[in-house]
């Protein structure tokens, strides 16, 4: 290591004053055999000073060899040659070590921005692609290597996308249908720098389908409501309006208090799923008796087919009875609305069969098993969907909401169990609850 603290000027001065003086004390000692001693003295110290120069190029020119490709260490030189060198690999290993620290930082930027749900992608004035991330290029279907430095517009043939790039005006975002044309892409172009640009993308689809239920369900609840007021509107007039004998008088009254009980169980029913759908999931640390939600399943079933159906309710194994984790109340209003879902779909003189059995793996199976109706196989992945009705008229005829296998979806997943349903047209049903395990366990004596 050189000491970069010490003075190299006087001792430089000093090596060439004392090699100059020993080349002229021996020019002048030669020249003194010859006659000339000045002449040889003069002579001698401009040789010795060529001599030093001539070194000094030399090592300067080894110096000059290390900076054109600086990788290697640099040359052992003395003086201030050597002093040069040091300080000269200094300041470059200190600015590599300063770029090397803001590549990490960079890196870990645009790692960061890697790990966003959302796309981005960064181009130049030319569009031309400089960064994307992997979700970027999920979206736009581009290869984060393979693709940077090459058109956007050249890959990506979204119309709409091609032409809000072109306008220039970014002040709302564009939407465009993804690639798989399985949902929707949100689009915003922001501009930053000189003439460059950042491509920010969002998978809105699930978003859009949210948009779309609660239009759905506003309407859906909007229609279901006005049915029935529609009607009580009608009747409340006729009263008011028309002489009517006593038997007229009861009919309506009759055919009103039907329709104020159908919206009074679609409210019930809607403050039921909001209550569901908004409350915490349920603790696996309250118990049910299955003995007492069974018996109770049971005595509204048969309330509500008066002795129209065959309805034949089981627990297995009977010496073993069970309990299962969760709000009973909730329980309940599932299993119910499976069985009396049975009883309106089922014709009469029909079989119902409620069963729960203990499973081999500790799990639980509450099943309700019809020779009712039936559905068809394309009807059978939207039934839980809010107000989602195979026969519409039917139905409404029947006095179903539409919401009860809706509220079932969500007590079952809220308890983290199953719901299957199997069925055949003409042939009936079977819609099983499938409990976990952990939500399982014998009632201790």
Known sequence: ?????????????????????????????????????????????????????????????????????PEPPPPQLPGIWGEVAHRVHRVIRQRE???ARERDRLQQFLSGIDASPNGVMMIDGSEHITWISSVAALHFGLDPVRDLAQRVT?????????QYLAAGDYAEPVKVPMRNGQGT?????????????LVLSQDVTERERAEAMRRD????????????????????????????????RKRVLTLMAQQSDRMQTLVSDLLMLAQIEG??????DKWCQVSALMQRIENDGRGLSQGR?????????ADKPAEIAGVDSEWLSAMGNLVSNAIRYTPEGGRIEVCWRLMSDGSGEFS??????????EHIPRLTERFYRVDGSRSRDTGGTGLGLSIVKHVVQRHDGVLRITSEKGKGSVFTLIVPAARVRLRHA
């Open 1 to 69: 290591m050189i000491d970069t603290n010490k003075s190299w000027l006087p001792s430089r001065i000093g090596l060439r004053l004392l090699l100059g003086s020993v080349g002229a004390g021996a020019g002048w000692w030669i020249g003194h055999s010859m006659g000339y001693p000045t002449r040889m003295a003069l002579l001698g110290g401009a040789l010795a000073a060529v001599g030093v120069s001539v070194l000094d190029t030399l090592k300067g020119h080894e110096l000059l060899d290390w900076l054109r490709n």
């Open 97 to 99: 070590q300063g770029t």
């Open 154 to 162: 050249n890959l990506v043939r979204m119309p709409t996308f091609v």
């Open 185 to 197: 892409l949100s689009i915003t172009v922001r501009a930053y720098g000189e003439g460059l640009r």
């Open 217 to 248: 369900f506003v309407a859906n609840v909007s229609h279901e409501i006005r049915t029935p007021l529609t009607v009580l509107t009608g009747f409340i007039e006729t009263l008011a309006s028309l002489p009517l004998t006593e038997v007229e």
């Open 279 to 284: 409350s915490p999931r349920p603790s696996a």
């Open 309 to 317: 159906h065959e309805l034949v309710v089981s627990e297995s194994p």
């Open 368 to 377: 309700v098993k019809d020779s009712g109706i039936g559905i068809d196989a």
